[in-house]
């Protein structure tokens, strides 16, 4: 673009008034993202890599761009990210995927002379994307985290099947990876030679796996610690129940509830005072109905697949984010509604349908989060397309 179309374009957005938020994927994270900054009236620009996303063609979108897979290009997406900086000098950045989270924390001091990034840098990133320090740094302070075993040759993952209980789980150190490549999460075992047989797959395409007990109880027993830090200290939070996952037990929630759950607010605190993270973030806990004790399962410091729950609930957090990237605006601490509802619609009637007589749950419990208050993930009436599109791609994909 030349300097005039640049002159033209600093002269329309300051006469706007809102500096545009990049967003960095734009799935139903990045959907979430979009709507809460769009509905206080902050447009969007996307650089997206995946054509199935639907964020992309939301209203509250001013610009979008087709750019390189952050895991199979990352030096074109960073490139890509690059060149469009000095049209978007100032704005703020926010990944909205662990992949384009990973490429821009590794190139932070390349992008901060253009864009406010909205993500930490790669030396804590990495205690959150790899999942084994993780699971480390929450033994050394104290929070409590399944039992796991990372083995780093056939004969350990041998020896640390004699140790295990099964069926246990056979799981991923950096889950984008992993799900890049076999497009699940993570993988149940039931036998040695199955743990064995998954850990060489994973070996083979050059990722690390750990070993991990698996937490029992339903669906409902998993919650979020949502939390906005700075200096060490949680300025805003805000919990939530999942309600249902898809797949069942071990996918993402499909729908979730908010509610105040005092138990995980401390251990929430800990593990992220240890990273030194800051900014926003979603802890995720399972409660083991064994002991009662929530257990850490991860954490994402990004926005998350529910942002627009808190949002319903009174706490918009991209927006908090914003201002206090652009104004420097700290955020102060604030009440949230319970027993509002999240639902990603055509996840949760797909896999209500397939999984019925394994979930086993009531009519009345399946439709309650349709009766109550609640916010959908991708469908309104007020910014349709994106369902639309998500309903061409779906059935597209089917045929």
Known sequence: MGVAGC?????????????????????????????AL???????????????????????????????????????????????????????????????LSAVSQHIDALKPYYKPGFTEWAITQLFLD??????????????APKTMIPQSVAEAEQFAEQIEFPCLVKPCQSHLYYAVFKRKMVQVQTKEQ??????????????????????????????????????????????????????TFGSPRVVMSKAIPEIIEPG???????????????EFKRDPRDGVYKLMEVNGRHNLSTLLAVKCGINFPWLHY????????????DFRT???????????????????QERYSLSQYVRPYLRPHVSAVFSLRDPRPFIKRIRDWTWHKH
């Open 7 to 35: 002159a033209r374009f600093c002269s329309e957005r300051e006469a706007r008034g809102m500096l545009p938020a990049i967003i960095l994927s734009s799935h139903t994270m990045g959907l979430g993202v979009i709507r």
């Open 38 to 100: 769009g509905q206080m009236g902050v447009p969007s620009v996307v650089f997206y890599h995946e054509k199935r996303d639907m964020g992309y063609v939301s209203k509250y979108v001013r610009e979008r761009y087709y750019v390189p897979h952050p895991e199979r290009d990352q030096e074109g997406f960073i490139a890509a990210l690059l060149e469009y900086g000095p049209r978007y000098t100032g704005c703020p950045m926010f990944p909205t995927s662990d992949a384009a």
């Open 131 to 144: 999942k084994k320090r993780t699971y480390a740094l929450a033994e050394q302070v104290g929070v409590p």
């Open 195 to 248: 743990m064995l047989q998954a850990y060489l797959e994973a070996t083979d395409a050059g990722l690390e796996v750990m070993l991990q007990e698996i937490i029992p109880g339903r669906d409902d027993c998993g919650a979020n610690y949502n939390a906005y830090f700075w200096d060490g200290q949680p300025l805003v939070e805000f919990t939530a129940q999942k309600i249902r996952n898809g797949p069942p």
């Open 269 to 283: 605190r800990k593990i992220l005072q240890a990273m030194g993270f800051y900014g926003y973030t979603c802890t």
């Open 323 to 334: 201002q206090h990237l652009v104004y420097g605006t700290l955020p102060q601490a604030r």
């Open 339 to 357: 027993g509002v509802y999240w639902v990603d619609v055509l996840r949760d009637v797909g896999y209500s349908v397939k999984s019925f007589r």
